[in-house]
């Protein structure tokens, strides 16, 4: 079949649905394709509370979050697409997808790219040892443990204490699974601190800061987890090695943004944006874990608007950027978003510092702003609001980040 | 005369995703007193400090299984937190628990559980299997 329309937006997690909406909302035809059988993306896994604080106002559950947008979406005439997979976006503006009747074409004005981001996977550590059975990625536990009512392990060893591996931990240890420990090579948490409190400290679940895995043992299924601590450059300390019996090794190491399958617009890793969310490709934007990993589905959400909200404008020829400003990464600046900002519009800035910062400066040049904030560190993002500013002859913007005495 | 004894505490606020790291001194006698406090970024943060040094309050969060459900497991929540004490035996009544598909996002799948006066609810939809 062939389809036409003003905006289609791809992935429909949380980023996508709130685009679909603020889309429609902006007066275009909207298309939403997901590929699984129902939307909601990581949402429906997520059982925790914890979503939805800023773009609610309420402490909701993933599910609860997701069927929220999804109730807003039943009242507009958003055509939605799910068990829908899209192969191929090509230049001319088409994309095509297959579903379980075939092959289909759609033609569009403008695309938005949802499509969230996937796990890193323990083989990208090189760790050395036997393949065996036994290692999942957290996403796969979480999976196996809250939709499939399927328990993957008996004793788990958790490595990586970003949230998602904190709340697995959580997750694990009240579903009967002894989690003997969360390891972490940096020295400290990557994930929040409510979350260190109430995933490990409220159930005396050990974290190991600045220690590694260094080998993995096994006859078929996992049952040796060999461990050592780490010094200031990451490098093993001899004579530091510790022996864990699990048979499950929980992988929490990262979220790599998904860009595919669009190849031909700028990305480092995940797709560059301006404030607008528009790609370095007029007609494609994009938003949430495909640009940056947040740390909330509220931002994500946020940023899913906008960037519905601008495809459906630039659908009817009512958005035309004139100035693109370059936001450049300065001193200990690790992850900024977006990359350009349109001067015409509002910016919220994201950003994440590189090492950790009692008090922390930061600063963006020449704009003149600058915030403090207390406790600054990498796991945690930094907003900033910026004004439109109307400097012609702007061609860059600074952000770093110093530490105040 | 009773000797009142002081304690020093550092809590994280577990209200929010701010997690204030909040320093509280108190004196720990048959009424607990709180001398100063300091960190919260909000009123909020009060309230959690007293509860949470004379009884920790936490959501639980978990799956109960559905029968003739679209799919197995619906995702249910307290609707208050209960105490922090009570989590593993209200897991063990969950992981028990069985309801019937359809779910709605909001039914009550246990009323009161274990008398803390707070209710078990769904917290996603399951239409019955086709
Ligand atoms: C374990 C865990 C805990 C978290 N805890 C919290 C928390 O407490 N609070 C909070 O606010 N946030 C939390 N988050 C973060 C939040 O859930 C995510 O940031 C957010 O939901 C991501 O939304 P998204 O739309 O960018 O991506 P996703 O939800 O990943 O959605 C992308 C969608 O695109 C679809 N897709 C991709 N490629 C294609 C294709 N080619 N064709 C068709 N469809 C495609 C996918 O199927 C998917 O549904 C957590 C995340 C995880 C994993
Ligand atoms: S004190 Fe207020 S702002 Fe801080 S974590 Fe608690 S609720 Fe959030």
Redesign the pocket.
Known sequence: MKYETDVVV?????????AAKAADKNGANVIL????EE????????I??????HYYRKDLT?PE?KETLQEELANTNIKILNS????NVNKDKQLT?VNHKGIHEIKTKALVM??????RHFNSLAVPGDRVAGIFT??VA?KYINLQNLKPANSALIVGSG??GL??ARRLHLEGIEVKGVVEILPYPGG?ER?VQQCLRDYNIPLYLSHTVTRVEGNKRLSKVYVSQVDENRQVIPNTEKVFNVDALIT?VG?IP?T??VKFVETGPGFITSNTNQTSEDWIFA?????V?????????RE?EKAGKYAALYSQNQYFPEQKVKVKKGKNINILHPMYIDPNERTKLYLRVSKTFKRAEVTVEPLGIKMIEEEARPSEMIEISIKPFKDKNLKEIEVSARELG | MNSVEYKKKKIVCTNC?LGCKINVVYADADEIEIVEVKGNRCKRGLEFVKQEITDPLRVVVTSVKVEDGEISMASVRSDKPVPLRLMQDIMKILKETKVKAPVKRGDVVIQNILDTGSDIIATRSVNRKK
């Open positions: 791809l992935g429909g997690g949380g980023g996508g649905m709130a394709i997901e590929r699984e939307n909601g993306g990581v949402l429906n896994q997520c925790h509370n914890g979503f939805g604080i993933g979050f829908a997979f899209v192969l997808f949802a499509t969230g981001a996937r796990e957290a996403g979480q949230d998602i709340i697995m929040l979350n929490s979220l998904l595919d399958p938003a949430g874990n495909c640009t990993v947040f740390d909330l589905v509220d931002y994500v959400s899913g | 995703p």
